[in-house]
């Protein structure tokens, strides 16, 4: 079922979002060789009690940390570990979720650390951009398949290929709602986007084949062929004319400087 949110509803899921969004530029300030990614959960974990809120994804289905770190070659819900340090060249998406007045926000970003080869950053560029060309067709009247076709389109044009096992989904009350959000589909296709639904639109995006495995952790998903894979995540409220995006991605460009993607 889908649940529209009103107005004020949408704006408890924009404070949640927001809190979101500064715990991403918290831990963008410690991006570099030599970090951890469980100092990476630590202190994303931290930012979110501080505020009042609560870490959406420690014990969802048993996940057992605050946030995902999912490394080079991993897609997404890789599990932050002192064991897994953070190396020159290597690319990190960091995928967070906050739980605050009821209400879910979810956002995600991969971050370069230190100097980053062409090719990758490209790949990064390019499932950004992806995301936001998902973003303009997440608007009163069109249809999910619209969303998935601007960003399937985009990246396989640019010959990246575009993850089939992992979506992105409705958001509210619950931390995933309906509809599932596909990063690929046919224009016009798929269910009509109405005022107040509220998705999180999350392209997946790998350097090499779409193809993934899913590691015995239980969590960890991982391209077949062990090329880097890109995330990007922003949570939106549909609207007439133009998406309401409740997340941003200012904060932690604001933190990077010269180094955002």
Known sequence: MIFLKSDEEIELLRASNQIVSKALAEVAKLIAP???????????DEFIRDNKAVPGFLGYNDF?????????????????????????GDIVSVDIGVYLNGFHGDSAYTFCVGEVAPEVK?????????????????????????????????????????VREMVGHGIGRDLHEDPQVLNYGRRGNGTVL??????????????????????KDGWTVR???????????????????????LSTFEMIEEVLGEKAI
């Not at 030599?34 to 994303?44: D, M, S, V």
Request: hydrophobic share 35%; charged share 25%.
């Open 34 to 44: 030599g970090i951890t990614t469980e100092q990476l959960n630590k202190a994303a």
């Open 64 to 88: 057992p940390k605050s946030i995902c770190t999912s490394v080079n070659e991993e897609v997404v819900h890789g599990i932050p570990s002192d064991k897994v340090i953070l190396q020159d």
């Open 122 to 162: 490209a790949l990064l560029k390019t499932t950004k951009e992806a995301l936001y060309k998902g973003i303009e067709n997440a608007v009163e009247g069109k249809r999910l398949g619209d969303i998935g076709y601007a960003i399937q389109t985009h990246c396989e044009e640019r010959t990246y290929s575009v």
């Open 194 to 215: 109405k005022k107040g639904m509220t998705l999180a639109i999350e392209p997946m995006i790998n350097l090499g084949k779409k193809n993934v495995v899913f590691e």
């Open 223 to 245: 391209t077949v062929d062990r090329m880097p894979s890109a995330h990007f995540e922003h949570t939106v409220a549909i609207k007439q004319g133009k998406a309401d995006i």
